[in-house]
């Protein structure tokens, strides 16, 4: 239904804007006139292009609707200004007769419908072809992500000449409309337009990468099963391993989710339901995380060379005849780091300056005060760097991630256990790092080091690495038979984009349980991510109470929170969930944007983490914070987010120096003191409070808005200020030109 219902709207809208394209040609054509200009003034005098061009723009106010519903996957913010600032201009070129009469009046009605045709056409072809990357007409598409580039710019200059000819026109006779349309639509497009031309040079990277991206090779290894139409989807899979875990708890629970249908925008009403479901007792989130994990080893296959596929369940199970050697590198450094020190604003803190700011980031509510006592406890017991990472062997799955303690470890003289991709390039990094250290870096090899020269790096590197998803049971059992009676500390520190961001979890995940159950003294090592969906302590929910009221009294916080009809700045304060040990009290932020992969993918290291846990093993499952990472950035819109956030008490988007520090520092408390949430002889009241100490959430947990309500507002704030001195000097010029014509 829905989709023939955007059939229809897209036909139409299109149909609208094809008129209204070939009258404005037909006007341009047929003119009399000379130049270039006067033809253009003559366009919008068609009685019929004014008609229909009232029509098919009033049209598009139906778009922020699809947007604001998840009809479409459309940024509301991003179509609100398109298509608003197209409604302020209609309303001026067909008020004004100065604005109708000249030359950027026509400008503009020509850039909007050469746009919008073959907008409208792609949206048609894309519901028709179910594929709006692949199998739209190329013509079509490059269009769509082309025209852009000429026709933003000729629209907005025909924009601005409609504005300022409406300002002075009589029939404004109002100071209040003419300032309006003289001056602060300047203002907002100064800051608007380079953000909305930014935004589709993104969406035009994306789309052609996505179109002339090679084919997949072969299944091989850990992947997704095959779906009724023969594709290996991710949707069906997921949906099913989250309704698992709630049927576990809630059989109707389950039932609904199953039912759900839009699941990419639908999925977080059920994350939560799970959570407020495991609220009732520890032995509900256990069988909860036990039951989404089940469903997860018994859906996905594994894929062997030869073609044969398995559950993963059945090939973690199965013995196996190939195995990895050994590689080893004894680190040749002279400094070895003896203590703490946090990368901070072009410093390195340590010390008593450590913990001055690590107290001013509790006082600010950029992190937990759990957290602060966390690390200054690492500034107070030194020896934890000094000497006790020096004894432990640190398995890091992942070895090479940017979130990953490789290099801090290497300089603490810690033993390392590398795991990583199988190309020379990242072992020639990995091992250059070990070499330059005052630790040990041991690794898989492909090849008996007895058959090749291991002095020669370059053949070293050739044989070096591993492949998490096709060697699963191998390096599982490599790290089985490795270094007897060690205790291992392992990290699972690997990311992917997507729906491969659930496959290397689900492949971390194999090996962390296996050595957890068949290898005494094993402990484990997580990054929460801030954007999930968290229980908190009550401190940081009357924190965020607290800053609502604040900001709720803010002007611009208002007028948002009209704009988006709830959409935008929800609450972050959340009722409490009753359950056996009292009230517990949880925060939502998660991010849609992030998808039912990334929020999937996440929640298994959860369950992993409280299952390990309440079977005796230590547990390291800090939050770490919003960190402007490659992965993160390379995505202009949340880049520019991160930049407007700290606007929202109190984010702060960390550096990832900054992250893997603080992070490594409460890891070495969870390893080394008792008290710690992490260890299982702490007494929790639930198994999920786990998440709730030691959370370095950046600001999140305490704003007084979720997390995904704040993106739009803060990229509009983030060219705000950006614009800002452009607007001032704008101003200025305007008050110099205005005193000169009052002084004459």
């Not at 007897?484 to 729906?499: E, H, I, N, Q, R």
Request: hydrophobic share 45%; net charge positive.
């Amino acid at each position: 239904m829905k989709d023939l219902y955007l059939i229809l709207y897209n036909s139409a809208c299109c149909v609208g804007w094809a008129g209204v394209l070939g009258l404005s040609l037909f006007s341009l054509v047929s003119s009399d006139k000379a130049s270039l200009t006067d033809k253009l003034a003559e366009i919008h005098g068609f009685q019929e292009v004014s008609l229909l061009l009232t029509i098919s723009q009033t049209a598009a106010l139906l778009e922020i609707v699809h947007a604001i519903l998840g009809l479409v996957r459309s940024p509301v913010m991003v179509t609100f200004m398109q298509v608003m600032s197209r409604i302020v201009a209609l309303v001026a070129v067909e008020q004004s007769i100065d604005a109708q009469t000249q030359w950027g009046a026509g400008l503009m009605i020509l850039s909007w419908s050469m746009v919008e045709v073959p907008r409208y056409a792609f949206y048609l072809a894309a519901i028709v072809t179910g594929d709006a990357t692949k199998k739209t007409p190329y013509p079509l598409f490059w269009l769509r992500y082309s025209l852009f580039a000429i026709l933003y710019p000729t629209g907005i200059v025909g924009e601005l000449t409609v504005f300022f000819a409406a300002a002075k026109d009589p029939v404004f006779t109002t100071p209040a409309i003419a300032f309006f349309y003289g001056k602060l639509l300047f203002a907002v497009y100064v800051v608007g337009s380079p953000f909305m031309i930014m935004n589709m040079v993104a969406n035009r990277k994306s789309a052609f990468k996505k179109r002339f991206a090679k084919p997949p090779p072969p299944p091989r290894g850990l992947c997704w099963p095959v779906d009724k139409k023969g594709e290996r989807s991710s949707t069906e899979v997921n949906r099913a391993i989250v309704a698992a875990a709630l049927s576990a708890m809630d059989e109707s629970l389950g039932q609904k989710c199953l039912k759900e249908r839009g699941w990419r925008f639908g999925y977080v009403k059920h994350l939560r339901a799970m959570v407020e479901a495991q609220c009732a007792s520890p032995e509900a989130a256990i069988q909860s995380a036990q039951a989404g994990l089940d469903k997860a080893y018994e859906l996905f296959e594994f894929v062997y060379p030869d073609g044969k596929a398995v559950s993963f369940k059945e090939a973690m199970s199965a013995k196996n005849s190939e195995k990895y050697h050994t590689g080893f590198v004894q680190g040749e450094g002279s400094s070895k780091k003896d203590k703490l020190e946090v990368p901070y604003n072009g410093k390195q803190l340590s010390g008593q300056e450590l913990k001055d700011q690590v107290q001013a980031w509790v006082d600010y509510g950029t992190i937990e005060p759990s957290a602060g006592e966390a690390i200054i406890k690492c500034v107070d017991n030194p020896k934890w760097f000094s000497e006790e990472f020096s004894k432990r062997y640190f398995v890091l799955l992942g070895a090479g991630s940017a979130m990953g303690p490789l290099k801090v470890l290497l300089a603490l003289g810690a033993n390392v256990i590398a795991v990583d991709l199988d190309r020379p390039g990242i072992w020639k990094h990995l091992i250059g790092l070990a070499k330059e250290s005052t630790g040990t870096m041991t690794f898989p090899l492909k090849e008996d080091p007895a058959t090749f020269d291991v002095k020669n790096e370059d053949a070293l590197c050739e044989r070096a690495g591993c492949n998490l998803f096709t060697n699963t049971p191998l390096i599982r059992d490599w790290l089985l038979d490795l270094y007897p009676g060690k205790s291992f500390t392992v990290g699972s520190y690997a990311y992917l984009d997507g729906a491969l961001h659930v496959q290397v979890s689900l492949a971390m995940d194999a090996i962390t349980r296996d050595l957890t159950e068949k290898r005494k003294n094993t402990s484990l090592a997580y990054l929460c991510t801030p954007t999930d969906l968290h229980l908190i302590p009550k401190e940081a929910h009357d924190a965020a109470a607290a800053n609502l009221k604040e900001f709720s009294k803010k002007p611009y916080c208002m007028f948002l929170s009209l704009l988006g009809g709830g959409k935008f700045l929800r609450s972050n304060v959340k009722k409490p969930v009753s359950g056996k040990g009292g009230d517990y009290y949880l925060v939502n932020g998660i991010s849609v944007a992030q998808g039912p992969n990334y929020a999937l993918a996440k929640r298994m290291q959860h369950w992993r983490a409280i299952i390990a846990r309440s079977k005796g093993c230590i547990v390291s499952s800090n939050i770490a914070p919003s960190t402007s990472t490659v992965s993160v950035v390379h995505n202009r819109t949340f880049a520019w987010a991160y930049e407007g956030m700290p606007y929202f008490k109190p984010f702060e988007i960390a550096t990832p120096d900054l992250s893997k520090a603080v992070m490594l520092a409460l890891l070495a408390y969870d390893l080394n003191d008792p008290s710690s949430a992490a260890n299982p002889k702490t007494a929790l009241s639930n198994p999920n409070q786990l998440f709730s100490y030691g959370s370095f959430h950046g600001g999140l947990w305490r704003c007084a808005y979720e997390v995904d309500s704040i993106g739009e507002a803060s990229v509009l704030l983030y060219f705000a200020r950006v614009a800002k001195p452009y607007v001032m000097g704008v101003g200025a010029l305007a008050v110099a030109v205005a005193a000169y014509a009052f002084g004459k």
